[in-house]
């Protein structure tokens, strides 16, 4: 087993999942507890590699599964749908997090999750609180975090402590959000060499809820035209996921980072649950879904209802 804390985010891994996971393990080990490590459960996006280049930074280790009995953090997921495979077979020590709780453990841990737009501003505060000093570094990767958990503050999911948080992390990494940010997440876009299949798992999450399994995936993009031109590789790559998986309906949003919208494409047997989530129709297997951007707060939520 390896004998050191392993620090990690969800799968298929976005910003705030790799940096938060770096983040704490700089954290415990500023606290005194050096036998911690970051890792990642999946590939590190383009948007996190501009980060990490920016900064000069080492990705975290891959992992794929880890074994019994060892011990862990959780930041930036709470459940076991979308981490480790064998995570209930771990030993989870911490969590932080920013979702809706869906945990539980037998034992006592340190579980904190803030409902904020981001992991890094929760970690803010425990530096805060801990009277720990945040280098340029460190700001560098929180603020980039939050840039793309809220899209540059313009999600609904961004409250006034993200917004109080970026000001200070501004300061400190000499960093300005509408210009850093807006790079960042336009580097993130670039799904020109990738696969079909690549790209919908980019940023995809397995949900178990409301008797139903199915996945809600997005991907950021400047150019929606660009994406909807190649459709069908989509749905083909989707419909394959849907086999694979047992799902019960498949949702993929491609967000259109300037307009604040999202064009989705509905798949599998309940497709038609986000005609009623939404109060959209499905025309051609997708639907324009305007103003909105957050899967967690304006997506999630409306198909749940509509799944009661
Ligand atoms: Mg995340
Ligand atoms: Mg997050
Ligand atoms: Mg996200």
Request: include cysteine.
């Amino acid at each position: 087993m390896e004998n050191k804390v392993l620090i990690f985010g969800h799968q298929n891994p976005d910003t705030d999942s790799i940096t938060s996971s770096i983040v704490m393990e700089n954290l415990e080990k500023k606290l005194g507890n050096e036998n911690v490590k970051a890792v990642r459960l999946g590939n590190v996006n383009k948007e996190t590699k501009f980060v990490l280049n920016f900064l000069g930074m080492e990705e975290p280790e891959l992992i794929e599964n880890i074994e019994d009995g060892q011990e862990v953090i959780l930041v930036d997921h709470n459940e076991n749908t979308q981490s480790i495979s064998n995570l209930s077979n771990a030993k989870i020590l911490k969590v932080i997090d920013h979702h809706t709780m869906n945990f539980v453990a037998p034992y006592q841990l340190y579980y904190r999750a803030e409902p904020v737009g981001c992991t890094q501003t929760v970690l803010y505060k425990m530096y805060k609180e801990n009277d720990v000093e945040i280098d340029k570094n460190i700001a560098t990767l929180m603020l980039s975090a939050i840039a793309s958990d809220t899209l540059v503050l313009k999600s609904p999911t961004t409250t006034d402590e993200d917004r109080k948080v970026v000001k200070k992390l501004e300061e400190i990494s000499g960093l300005d959000i509408n210009v850093f940010g807006v790079d960042m997440l336009k580097a993130g876009t670039d799904i020109s060499d990738y696969t079909p299949e690549q790209v919908i798992n980019i940023d995809s999450k397995l949900f178990e809820q409301a008797n139903k399994k199915f996945r809600i995936a997005q991907v950021n993009t400047a150019d929606l035209d660009s994406i909807f031109k190649k459709q069908a590789y989509f749905e083909q790559a989707i419909n394959d996921d849907i086999e694979k998986e047992n799902l019960d309906f498949y949702v993929f949003a491609a967000t259109d980072i300037i307009n604040s919208n999202s064009k989705i494409i509905s798949l599998g047997n309940d497709a038609p649950v986000v005609e009623k989530a939404f109060g959209v129709s499905i025309d051609n297997n997708t639907a324009m879904l305007e103003n909105i951007v957050s899967r967690k707060k304006q997506m999630l939520p409306p198909i749940l209802d509509s799944l009661k």
